[in-house]
């Protein structure tokens, strides 16, 4: 698959995972790669976008915000500072702690004339493939961010290969809600399958009140659940929640403290059918597992899930549960997400209340 | 659920997932913690195991041999060392990097008035949950053990709590043989059950010709696949698993290299429906994901597995694929695996010539 090239580079021909763009001496995918190849010519699958705002990953942002702290107080500077680096040394903005990177909106700049993706030049996109995968350069410093929120006005390009994922904004609603919905698309999506292999069940979405979270207990209801639980960890959000009305009923507890967890769930008419895991924090397998009944599954969202720790931690517990890594990517997602945003007021709220 | 005690430690009570011996701060379950009560006295429902036979996991004993290896040459009694220091700190057998432990065999010392286990002093058992969260206290200083082998004589004893599993060793297989084949008993389980799912699936087992790669590959074809494909390292192990006539295909493949994987897995009838990886080395996720057909299921049975690579990595090849976290407990796995092992002549060559 791979041709050595005589002058410019050692492929002439690309590959649509974007094999051709890794720079690291061993065989690996763009996500798994160290370096890749940002420069700005594009190989005939693939499309140039000039970005305007790069959306950090909750879990990656958390990282590097607490990570940059003094006293509590985080150093939005050097949050910056850090960012600056790691997509200059990389390639593209990975999180070298958390592996995860986030997604942008743009322009399509450039369109190759072996691309697949349907894009048009002009027209303004979001990528729904992850930044720790995405080949990007930034122009401008980042002098127009101030560090201290996910969301990051940027000038500079990307580049999305033959085979990738990106969604045409939509008009009805602003650039910025449009890529929070986006963000986290692949939720509601593969709840709502999952929802549809049992018969009327119970669902417990963990961090129900989150933009993940909010959205897959609206898919979850449309999908046919016959009990819907958030649970939330304060006050504050379970108000808001309740406020939202999309969930039966609304619980309090540390998703992190597995027995608190699973005893909430149980008092709101649990064990979960299906239980969905939608906080960044660590930690939270054991409790997920304790809260679903037997021969329910748990889908884990959240990038801070170890692998290790739900494998062990089900089998610890005898618990016949199967356990699903969220995969950002089904089919459909970006369409079914903004819809049920557009469906249901209490998401569109809830997304609005964290803009 | 948890009483304070007045004078003989917190809990009066036990709590069936072993929360009561978690000597940590915050709440979280044995798995999860850093310190375990490894006290001799056992609660009402628990039981106190004799200790003959320590199985390290493979991923931790790799872990733990190449970190104290020089020059490219194990030091046994470095390694004895980390594992006596492990197992006194943390009142268990946990790999502090990789987060697994293993497996033990012993004979059932005292069973507590109130266990539903099943079990009777005297009879020999292996417990079928990790070490990882197993109460365990090493009393000869592992001075059988020279270090260089997963497999470890020792003396002490273990605890198992109200909600936990161990199997009876069968009469008509050796104890080391037997421990070989529970320790992995979850794999061949899971996977016939995710192949019941499908119609007459084309199945790639990464690793075939290991021991979860062996018991799977049996269990496929028992549970309707129609072509199941062996993915191994090298010449040797192709011999090896062409010998044991449990796969249609076996194809020489490094699955670490994306490619690589997805090219020989494609060459031999693939994408497969069902990917099963069974190799304890990092970096196979995106080789999985690309060597499986759209709708596809990955089930990761390696504890090298990363959750954010699987995850991101699915998303970024815009694969609408499945990916199960192995849970290393299904109901009936120990009888399955063994079962297995009885009926297939290739699945016991495999097992006994890793012996």
């Known amino acids: ?42 190989w005939p699958d693939e499309v140039r976008i000039r970005v305007e705002t790069l959306n950090l990953d909750a879990a990656s942002f958390r990282q590097l915000e607490g990570k940059h702290s003094v006293d509590g107080q985080p150093d939005g500077d050097a949050v910056r500072g850090e960012v600056l680096q790691i997509v200059a040394e990389r390639g593209k903005m990975q999180n070298p702690v958390t592996g995860s990177g986030g997604m942008l909106i743009g322009t399509v700049d450039e369109v190759g004339s072996q691309s ?41 390009y990307a580049i999305l290969f033959g085979r990738s994922i990106a969604a045409k904004l939509p008009d009805d609603l602003s650039a910025r809600l449009s890529l929070a919905v986006l963000d986290v698309c692949g939720a509601p999506a593969l709840t709502a399958r999952v929802i549809a ?18 959205l897959s207990l609206a898919a979850a209801r449309d999908a046919g659940a ?15 929640l309740r406020n939202a009305r999309l969930a039966d009923e609304v619980v309090i507890a540390d998703a992190r403290d597995p027995v608190a967890l ?10 979960a059918d299906v239980t969905v895991v939608c906080v960044d924090v660590p930690g939270c397998e054991g409790g997920a597992i304790l809260a679903t009944a037997q021969r329910g599954t748990v889908i884990f969202f959240s990038m801070a899930t170890s692998f290790s720790a ?9 618990a016949d549960v199967r356990m699903l890594v969220g995969n950002g990517y089904t089919p459909g997602h970006a369409d079914c997400a903004l819809d049920l945003l557009r469906r249901h007021d209490g998401v569109r709220q809830l997304f609005e209340r964290r803009l």
């Open 1 to 42: 698959m791979s041709v050595p090239m005589t002058d410019s580079g050692p492929w002439t021909t690309s590959d649509p995972t974007g094999l051709h763009r890794v720079l690291d001496d061993r065989v690996v995918l763009p996500q798994a790669a160290q370096h890749l190849d940002a420069r700005r010519e594009i």
């Open 116 to 156: 697949t993706l349907g894009l048009a030049v002009g027209e303004r996109v979001a990528t729904l493939v992850s930044l720790s995968l995405t080949p990007l350069l930034i122009e401008d410093g980042l002098e127009r961010w101030d560090g201290r929120s996910e969301q990051v006005p940027a000038d500079g």
């Open 197 to 214: 292999e049992y018969d009327a069940p119970t669902v417990a979405v963990i961090g129900g009140a989150g933009k993940s979270g909010s």
């Open 226 to 240: 016959a009990r819907v639980i958030g649970v939330v960890p304060h006050a504050p959000e379970a108000g808001a």
């Open 262 to 271: 699973r005893d909430a769930v149980a008092a709101a008419g649990g064990p």
């Open 310 to 318: 739900a494998a062990l931690g089900a089998e610890g517990l005898a």
